[in-house]
């Protein structure tokens, strides 16, 4: 018998630089079980070997890891067509956790979407194929808009819907007229070309599903109805053939089965929609193309063309496309996309700038540091994905039960229907038996979850809070702390002037007079704090005026020279500050920025010390407090300094030190929630900005503020809640609405669990007519719809 056909894999290796790291890696490699031979090959950074069929990508990994090396692991997302729950995600998860050479998958039910990591060996075309070989529609995120599919899906299932109640409603009418003495039932004929095509047309995906289940060995809910439904289709064509009346047939329960099930699915299909959209939104902050120097003149290249060492040249308004360190020019840059803060920071030669701040006033060079790929931003990008694939939803108890409530099912009416074999009574026992399909058939408890849900985001979106994914409202009704971003959440994200410090003999009103001169028609935020401040006041008109990158603003007011700018500027004028710098350092303490204005003839003097800074709020203490008396535990994470975040702590009310933390880069505020989560701590995040993408991203609720530019659009994006209105006491508000959907769900549960207990025994005993089963099934999911339909009045 010969030996079956090795695999031959490349496999890279990061880390290896001499003789001895090979030795070390070739050893620990040819100890892995299925390795047949391993040879490493250090000019080329790679391992080829020769694999037995059915190696370990996984335990290749970790040998390489063991012996101190790495291997570098390309990352993709599959979205899915046909992932409804529990069953359905545990096929797709073993499905391709066997294509060789994946190592991680991680299922986001809610989503519709799985996220691998894989060896860069690993063929697209072999995860789409296991893929679909498990039953589902897959689609690389690389290939296809996520949003699209999900909208196929969704408008696949509204054609259903449609297509089944146009056809299941002539079925049910005459029973819904008879109480009132109307006999308008359809002749038999006409009831099975109705029921078998519902059966047939949009019940077919329902025998697709059931089948890929079976195929796995992972049986679901899909099974439950394609059976029940079935049965109750034959046996009402048996009894047809057998020559029963109308009146004796029940089509109409196969076809209410299927049409009350599909309803559940298009509340869940309506509420499962894509967040690839905050990827894409940060993905936009790198320029297409970057001006290089190139064989001694300025050149436009491609942004992949960039290496470190290159020069770069950035035009005011334009995007800084890679890390770097500036070398020529002087400038201010908007960083807002890392730190979260409105103010704009000085650069000078020396200083380090980021890929994705936007240069404000001055044409600058750097020298990259980083390619694009290894950017601070191309990180951010990674960590909101990697984020979001992390994160699981709430796992409903439906799903729970699913791989213990269908067999159970399956053998009850198997059971019954031997039961009464044994006794002799054949008949009864098809009867009994199609009746425990019928009246266990899942739709009320389909239907538990998604109209609940529904429901309470309505509710919620009328009150100003915008919910993005079902499971979110659940998971906010659970949550013990809930943690806030300083600027554009807690503040208003926009500087002020908030006061001025008259030197020599001037007053207040005319430091402002002179500082908004020189302030009108520039764009930069702090000229802009000024104009507003001065308002309808009269403001003198300044002449030759001049933007001085990373310096400030200079002018003219008659005869007197005047200089609006920082410290550095100060200096460099001549203009001795010491003995107002207590007063400055108070000021930068409570979080300040802090600009000098002076002017003089023929001598320039300082005139006044203008400071500028973010106000919490009006409603932010008030809703903060509302929480704290909920129960919940408040935290701050800013990227501010730890002085300008604790100042605008104390303001709010926050007693506890330790729930203030300042300074922070997005890698910072993403590694507080996960400790918070470690600890088991259910945690909701509050932000606004694109530097909060994976902390919102990361935690049990993302909740983003919904007003702003681009920034907030992506933090908008990557949370799961977002504040219509920006204001902040709407969240209160959703946790208590929050709770009450839970409740409302948790009650409809037990109804539903409760229904099939009472009324299983009743059909096993066969004193339930499938008929009869069917409606008792159809009334169990009013009731539930009803129960969901209170939180209207919420």
Sequence with gaps: MSALPSVDLALPISGMHCAACVARVEKTLAGVPGVRK????????????????????????????????????????????????????????EALARVPGVVLVQVNLGAASV??????????????????????????????????ILAAEQAALRRDLLLAWTLTLPLLAPMLAMPFGLHLMLPGAVQ??????????????????????????SPGMDLLIALGSSAALGLSLWLLWRGAGPMELFFESGASILSFVLLGRWLEARAKRA??????????????????????AWRLEALAELKPGDRVRVRPGARIPCDGRLSEGRTHVDEAHLSGEPLPLAKQPGDILRAGALNLDGVIELRATQTAAASSLAQLVRLVESAQASKAPIQRLADRVAARFVPAVLLLALGTLLVWTLTGRWGQGLVAAVSVLVVACPCALGLATPTAVVVGIGR???????????????????IDRIVFD???????????????????????????????????????????????AQGELPTPVATEV???????????????????????YMAELGLATGAWEASAQQQAARGHSISWLAGGQPAAQLLGLLSFGDRPRAEAAAALQALREQGLRCSLLSGDRPEAALAVAQQLGFQNEDDVHGGLLPQDKLGAIHAWKARGERVAMVGDGINDAPALAAADVGIAMGA?????????????????HDDLRRIPEGLRLARRTLRAIRQNLVWAFGFNALMLPLAMAGQLHPMGASAAMAASSLMVLGNALRLRRA
């Design 115 to 148: 996220a691998l990591q894989a060896l860069p060996s690993t063929q697209p075309a072999a995860l789409l194929q296991a893929a679909r070989a498990a039953g589902f529609a897959a689609a690389l995120q690389t290939q296809s808009d996520p949003s699209g």
């Design 546 to 568: 001049r933007s001085l990158a990373g310096l400030g603003l200079t002018g003219r007011l008659g005869e007197l020279q005047l200089h609006l700018g920082s410290s550095r």
């Design 708 to 724: 702003g530019g681009r920034g907030t659009e992506v933090a908008a994006q990557a949370a799961t809640l977002t504040l219509l």
């Design 38 to 93: 391993a040879e490493v090959l250090l000019t080329e950074n790679r391992a080829q070997l020769q694999l037995e069929p059915g190696w370990s990508a996984v335990a290749l990994m970790a040998a390489v890891r063991k012996a101190g090396y790495d291997v570098p692991l390309t990352q993709a997302t599959l979205h899915l067509q046909g992932l409804h729950d529990a069953a359905d995600a545990l096929r797709a998860h």
């Design 460 to 478: 919620a979106a009328r009150r100003g809070l915008l919910v993005r994914d079902a499971a979110a409202l659940e998971q906010l009704a659970t």
């Design 486 to 532: 300083k600027t554009g959440t807690l503040t208003r994200g926009q500087p002020e002037l908030v006061g001025i410090e008259p030197l020599a003999d001037s007053n207040r009103l005319q430091v402002q007079a002179l500082a908004a001169a020189l302030a009108q028609g520039s764009e930069h935020p702090l000229a802009k704090a000024l104009v507003q």
């Design 192 to 217: 099975a070309l109705l029921a078998a095509a519902v059966q047939f047309g949009p019940g077919r995906r329902f025998y697709k599903a059931a089948w890929a289940g079976l195929r796995a060995h």
């Design 275 to 296: 967040t690839g959209s905050a990827l894409r939104g940060l993905q936009e902050l790198a320029p297409v193309q970057v001006e290089l120097w190139r064989d001694g």
